[in-house]
Structure formats: C-alpha cells, structure tokens
C-alpha cells in the first residue's frame, strides 16, 4: 500500500477542498428525512452535479470526473471535513449504478445514469422484507412475466427514502419453486407513481417520515427495467452488497471528520479528570484512524484487480461499531442537553449528536445485520462450521 499521492492527486483533492469551501451551504440544510429537508438535498445534488461532484467516479459522458478509487476517497474525506450535507442520491449512486455498470445495458446506463447524477431521481432500495431482511434468499415478493415485462407483487419494507423518491430497485422471486433459496430472484426498478404501488411511512424513533414500506400489487415493470438477466438476481444484488458493506456505504471520511468534532467537543466541554471518557474519545480516533487504514489497503487491492468479497464484512461490523460507539461518547460528554433533538433551540450544536446517534443505532442492522456478517466471518474467512440457522 502506497500513501504517497501523485502530483494530479494533490491536484484533484486542492480543487474539491476550493469548490465544497465556495459551495457547501450555510447553514446546514434541514434533515433530509423531511419533506422540506428533502427537497433541499435534491438541490444540493443539482449544484453538485453542476460541477461534476455528484459521482466523481462514473465515466464522464454520465455526469462524472471518470475518479480513480483514490480520487473517490480524497473527494470523500475533503466533503466530510467540510461538513458537507448528507447524499440524499446514496441509493442510486453508491448502490444501483455500480449494478447497472456491471449488469445494466448500454440503454439503461443512459437513461437513467444522468437523470440520477443530477438528483432528478432520486432512488429507494426495496431488498428488505418483513420476513426477508438479512436473510435476502427468503424474500416472497414476486415478478411474473407478462407480455413486455413483468408484474410485480409483494410487500417491501425497511425502503430509505421511499417516503419522497421517485423510483425503486429490489429483488423478486421470479421462479415459484428454484432449486435453491437464491435462485430464480430477478433484479428489477420501478416507479413509486406507478399504477399499484403504495407508498406507506414507517413510524421512526425521530419522528421523521422518510422511511417507508411499499405495497405492490400488480405492478407492470416493462422488460427494459430489469438489471441483468431474469433469474439471476441474486448476482446482481450480491456485487452491489459487496461494495456497499466494504466501501461505497460508509467511506472512511466520515467517521474521520465525526471522530474530529468529538475531539474538539471533548476539548471544548470534557473534564481532564474523567480519564475514562478521555480514553473512548482516543480510542474513536484511534478506530477512525484504522478504519482509513484499512480502506486505502482495500482500495489498494482492488486497484491490484482484487475484489471485496468476504473481507467487506469485517470493515461492515467495524464502522458499525465505531459509529455507535464515538455518538454514544459524545451523548456521555454532554450529558442530559446531548440528548435533545434538533427542533429543541437548546440543543447543542443544533441536535445534530442526538440525530447522529439515533442513526447510528441502526448501523448494526442495515445493510446486512452485524450477526449475518458474522457468520460470514467465521465460516468464509476463518472456516468454522456454518451456524444452525443454515
């Protein structure tokens, strides 16, 4: 692993740093969990997009700068010291595009890449199921092919921002009785206007309605929004998991800079004598630190032609844990006010600790829950037997 940059990557991180200190808004935007929060992250992604930021790393003819790995982890770590706003187009840049790079037709590349790097679609994951979460091989939402493309029926929940998108992407069962769990699933995106979908918020811990279930009843999906082949799904959807769980979700940048403002609070407000609370806030630098580590040996390796495969699960756990761990010391440090949310005026620096850690709290679950990735731990890296849940 080589931490020396090039002269074009000092070049390419100078000019993110000039462009996010003219252009990142002040102040904050409102949280793109609301209506009004949303709208104004759309936005954002437009001012992005209008300069090339809103997907650095896709070839240029869709929006991008065409960024190596390095490049897309420099730009990440200069839009988190810059206290940049929350991506809002996540889903669709960071999970659905690198399934249509790798699956997707040269038609669909074009359709639908531009419209998402400018933030004219934003994008919702529907993987998850109210019986089919982690365990994604077990979902019961159909597809059945129809003449021009397919009717979809089922149930979706746990759907990020579904609550305001504008379109989907997910699996379904397209094969009534495959040999295995994960065969005979079908990779396919659809409109959440479309004719037989409801969009139903789901109650949030915050309050906030961004997150939602759908409700699919005879839904037609014509044959140009399926990724990849009919039945083969699981393929799709497994190469798009890899990047989010290993390095796409969650890039090091941002527990990087949250790790920064938890120093500068313990600084601001710590008392030098509680050494204990003093050690968590080294050691969320500490974990911050390695998490950057182990990312730039990740991209190293897959620069070298490598893949995430397993692996991508110990760097899930990891950040997971860390994420919860540095917002549970900075609601310690606080104490009582660190925990009142960002409509309350005495909030310290806007709620935005208290709304950190209430995010946070999901880490271990989505994207795969903390005790799947371990089970892929120990049976694919360290070769102990599978689990009695197999």
């Known amino acids: 692993m080589d931490l020396d940059l090039s002269e074009a990557e000092r070049r390419f991180r100078a000019e993110a740093r000039a462009w996010l200190a003219a252009h990142v808004p002040r102040p904050a935007l409102p949280s793109l969990e609301t209506a009004e929060g949303f709208a104004a992250h759309r936005r954002w992604e437009r001012t992005l997009a209008a300069d090339r930021w809103s997907a650095v790393s896709w070839p240029e003819e869709y929006g991008g700068r065409a960024a190596s790995l390095v490049e897309w982890l420099l730009f990440e770590e200069e839009y988190h010291a810059a206290d940049a706003p929350g991506r809002v187009s996540q889903n669709g840049v960071a999970l659905l595009a ?72 997910g699996l379904f069962r397209s094969e009534r009785h495959p040999d295995r769990p994960h065969h005979g699933l079908t990779y396919l995106m659809f ?118 495969g397993a692996e991508a699960s110990l760097s899930k756990v990891f950040w997971s844990e860390l994420d919860l761990a540095l917002h549970e010391t900075a609601l310690d440090l606080l104490g009582p006010l660190g925990e009142l949310a ?37 049976e694919r890296l360290l070769g102990l037997p599978r689990g009695r849940r197999r």
Request: glycine share 12%; net charge negative.
């Open 342 to 378: 960002d409509s309350a005026p005495e909030a310290p620096d806007g709620g935005r600790w208290a709304d950190g850690h209430t995010f946070a709290l999901a880490g271990p679950i989505y994207a795969g829950t903390n005790e799947i990735q371990r089970d892929i731990i120990a």
């Open 98 to 169: 690198p399934a249509l790079f790798a699956h997707g037709t040269p038609e669909q590349c074009a359709r639908l890449l531009p419209a998402t790097a400018r933030g004219d679609l934003i994008w919702s994951q529907a993987w998850s199921e109210p019986e089919a979460g982690s365990d994604l091989a077990s979902l019961r939402a159909t597809a059945r092919p129809v003449p021009g493309g397919w009717r979809l029926d089922g149930r979706k929940s746990w759907s990020s921002r579904a609550a305001f998108a504008d379109r989907a992407f």
């Open 191 to 308: 409109p959440l206007d479309a004719e037989g979908v409801t969009v139903r918020p789901i109650g949030r811990l915050d309050g906030k309605p961004a997150f939602a279930e759908l409700l699919l009843d005879d839904v037609f999906v014509p044959d140009h929004d399926v990724v990849g082949e009919p039945g083969r799904g699981w393929r799709v959807a497994m190469d798009t998991a890899g990047d989010e769980r290993g390095l796409t979700l969650r890039s090091p940048g941002r527990f990087g800079a949250a790790a920064s403002r938890l120093a500068r609070l313990w600084r601001e407000r710590g008392d030098p004598s509680d050494t204990a609370l003093r050690d968590r806030v080294a050691d969320a630098l500490i974990g911050a630190e390695a998490y950057r580590t182990h990312t730039w040996a990740t991209v190293s390796r897959l620069a070298e032609g490598g893949s995430p």
